[in-house]
């Protein structure tokens, strides 16, 4: 009899979101100072965003899960009875962990489907809290991939970054751009294209003008949708609080708060926000 088995990487955020404990997560590095940390488990994003507050000079860095220990989490889950894996990850374009999950996938006796969410952060929760709600009502794994799918093809997430020195640091902006726009005090309207990609509308004068855009942009575009909205935030959750507030005037009801990861954050840094939306279809 076919079970299937739902694992999700840690760039979803779901540690930070109730869901089904039988949902496993794999989860990326963060390195502060040559001293390595497992996502959430060593380190939750509170704690990174204040000690980046007090130090912006800290040395960080990232690593995906490796190979292997994602090979150790499908053993598990086969010796756990699962005889089919559905596994899903952050866009492929944003990290190496899809290409790491696929090889893994090669080293084990069982069928493992790896998903490339085109995403990160609640898109990619929503697939697995999704997929496992699905696989225990006994769909099968081409009707869940028919329905992740659906949630990936209908989604859009807009991001603001309150500093450019992150994306310069961490090879997302060349050195020259970020210098130029540090002067001019440009912030970069970012969106999550359809391929998953992390790509720049428009440039804006100012934080404050950039959010303003952002939150203009994503009230037009959900207008007369159907929608499931969602919040971004890393050290700014009073300011996304307010955000909330101001958007349910508009209509939207039920948006989620979720915290940036800190391995994402850290190609980001402090004071980013990002809204999306799933469409309900």
Same mark, same amino acid.
């Given at each position: 009899m076919?079970?299937?088995?739902?694992?999700?990487?840690?760039?979803?955020?779901?540690?930070?979101?109730?869901?089904?404990?039988?949902?496993?997560?794999?989860?990326?590095?963060?390195?502060?100072?040559?001293?390595?940390?497992?996502d959430?488990i060593e380190?939750?994003?509170?704690?990174?965003?204040?000690?980046?507050?007090?130090?912006?000079d800290?040395?960080?860095?990232?690593?995906?899960?490796?190979?292997?220990?994602?090979?150790?989490?499908?053993?598990?889950?086969?010796? +756990?009875?699962?005889?089919?894996l #559905?596994?899903?990850?952050?866009?492929?374009? &944003? %990290?190496? =962990? @899809?290409?790491? !999950?696929?090889? +893994?996938?090669?080293?084990?006796? #069982?069928?493992?489907?790896v998903y490339?969410? &085109? %995403?990160? =952060? @609640?898109v990619? !929760?929503?697939? +697995?809290?999704?997929?496992?709600?699905?696989?225990?009502?006994?769909?099968?794994?081409?009707?869940?991939?028919?329905?992740?799918?659906?949630?990936?093809?209908?989604?859009?997430?807009?991001?603001?970054v309150?500093?450019?020195?992150?994306?310069?640091?961490?090879?997302?902006?060349?050195?020259?751009?970020?210098?130029?726009?540090?002067?001019?005090?440009?912030?970069?309207?970012?969106?999550?294209?359809?391929?998953?990609?992390?790509?720049?509308?428009?440039?804006?004068?100012?934080?404050?003008?950039?959010?303003?855009?952002?939150?203009?942009?994503?009230?037009?575009e959900?207008?007369?949708?159907?929608?499931?909205?969602?919040?971004?935030?890393?050290?700014?959750?009073?300011?996304?609080?307010?955000l909330?507030?101001?958007?349910?005037?508009?209509?939207?009801?039920?948006?989620?708060?979720?915290?940036?990861?800190?391995?994402?954050?850290?190609?980001a840094?402090?004071?980013t926000m990002?809204?999306?939306?799933?469409?309900?279809?």
């Amino acid at each position: 009899m076919e079970r299937i088995g739902v694992a999700v990487c840690g760039n979803s955020g779901i540690d930070y979101l109730v869901h089904d404990k039988e949902i496993r997560k794999f989860r990326s590095l963060l390195n502060i100072e040559k001293k390595e940390y497992e996502d959430f488990i060593e380190i939750n994003s509170d704690d990174f965003y204040s000690r980046l507050e007090k130090n912006p000079d800290l040395d960080i860095s990232t690593s995906q899960t490796s190979t292997g220990k994602i090979l150790e989490m499908y053993e598990e889950m086969k010796n +756990a009875g699962y005889t089919k894996l #559905i596994v899903i990850t952050i866009s492929k374009l &944003l %990290s190496g =962990t @899809y290409q790491n !999950a696929v090889l +893994a996938a090669k080293m084990i006796d #069982i069928e493992v489907i790896v998903y490339d969410s &085109l %995403s990160l =952060t @609640y898109v990619e !929760a929503l697939m +697995a809290m999704t997929a496992k709600k699905m696989a225990d009502e006994k769909k099968s794994a081409e009707e869940i991939i028919a329905q992740l799918d659906k949630i990936r093809d209908n989604n859009h997430v807009y991001i603001t970054v309150n500093t450019l020195k992150y994306l310069v640091k961490n090879g997302r902006l060349s050195g020259v751009a970020g210098a130029i726009g540090s002067l001019l005090k440009l912030r970069p309207l970012l969106h999550l294209s359809k391929e998953g990609k992390v790509e720049t509308l428009d440039k804006i004068r100012t934080t404050s003008k950039a959010r303003e855009e952002l939150k203009q942009r994503f009230l037009t575009e959900v207008k007369d949708k159907n929608v499931i909205p969602f919040i971004v935030y890393t050290n700014n959750m009073a300011e996304m609080l307010d955000l909330k507030d101001e958007l349910e005037t508009h209509g939207l009801n039920d948006i989620l708060l979720i915290p940036l990861t800190p391995v994402v954050g850290c190609h980001a840094g402090p004071g980013t926000m990002g809204v999306g939306y799933i469409e309900k279809v």
